[in-house]
């Protein structure tokens, strides 16, 4: 299938019917996450199982958010169900001192296979592959996660973190896709995904 634009409509808040106003703002194919507004998160209304998804993000000093995948809302809050890819200013967040939860990890799981300390104030680009139950991060054309989510070292990683306590998370076949708002102002344009066969 060809690679189609996601725009403001193809967004709604977590949890919500409707695109939560005052939370975040759209101006063209930029959605903004509002640093003064409510902590709604934005989760795309289709789900999916296998695709490339592709996007620009940019955050503020000390800024933070997330891209999960495969999330599903009954689960409760997105990072019960769905991995996350990091997204950070590693520099001024103090979560940037730990690999596992720096910049372009899996979040608290999976560290970077590199630095990406220098990261606030302009554009990067990602890209999130998932295809079966393989996960590839990539920032700026290079990549920076590759793993297994079925895979023995994976469940493992997952039985010593927080997450087991979520039995379907990082599990799904299929799910949604969830920009995270962390309080921070945050800033995604450009976002394209690719559904692929399984």
Not at 4 to 10: E, I, N, S, T, V
Not at 145 to 157: K, P, Q, T, V
């Amino acid at each position: 299938m060809a690679e189609r634009a996601l725009g403001a409509a193809d967004w709604r808040g977590y949890a919500r019917a409707q695109f939560p106003q005052g939370s975040w703002s759209v101006d063209g194919d930029v959605l903004h996450a509002d640093a003064q507004g409510e902590r709604v998160d934005l989760i795309s209304r289709e789900c999916f199982a296998n695709f490339t998804l592709s996007f620009d993000w940019r955050l503020p000093r000390g800024g933070s958010s997330a891209v999960l995948t495969r999330v599903q809302e009954a689960a409760g809050p997105a990072a019960h169900s769905g991995p996350a890819m990091q997204l950070l200013d590693d520099e001024h967040h103090p979560d940037g001192a730990d690999a596992l939860t720096s910049c372009g990890a899996l979040h608290a799981l999976m560290a970077p296979w590199h630095d990406l300390r220098s990261s606030a104030n302009s554009y990067h680009s990602a890209r999130i592959v998932m295809q079966g139950s393989a996960l590839e991060y990539w920032i700026d054309d290079t990549q920076v996660i590759g793993c297994d989510l079925a895979s023995e070292e994976l469940r493992a990683r997952i039985a010593r973190s927080r997450f087991r306590e979520f039995p379907q998370f990082a599990r799904l076949a299929a799910g949604h896709i969830v920009l995270q708002h962390r309080g921070t102002e945050a800033w995604f344009r450009r976002i394209r995904i690719e559904v692929t066969a399984a």
